[in-house]
């Protein structure tokens, strides 16, 4: 795992993302043989953002400190919404 500091940079990050756009929901990503656990926040308009976490555990106390919802992705999958803004992005060369 990350350092203390590395993993407080990336919650900050998180909590400042969210804090700076509407309709923001929580996807936790969970770890593989290659990477970290992650959260990934999805605004309203499809614009989205990844971190590490130090588990399950953090990605709900982050969810509930910033009230906002918490999906597992495994179970649910991404939603369009974020597909779309990527595809958006794409087109404009971005």
Known sequence: MADKAA????????????????????????????????VMLIAH????????????????????ELAIPLYEVTKVGYPGRMREFNARRKAQGL
Not at 18 to 23: I, L, M
Not at 45 to 64: F, I, Q, S, Y
């Open 45 to 64: 308009d499809g614009e989205w953002t990844r971190r590490r976490v130090t588990g399950p555990d953090a990605a709900g106390r982050l969810a509930n």
């Open 7 to 38: 993993v407080n940079a990336d919650l900050t990050h998180l909590r400042e993302w969210a804090r700076s756009r509407q309709g923001v929901e929580a996807y936790l990503e969970p770890r593989t043989t290659v990477t970290e656990t992650t």
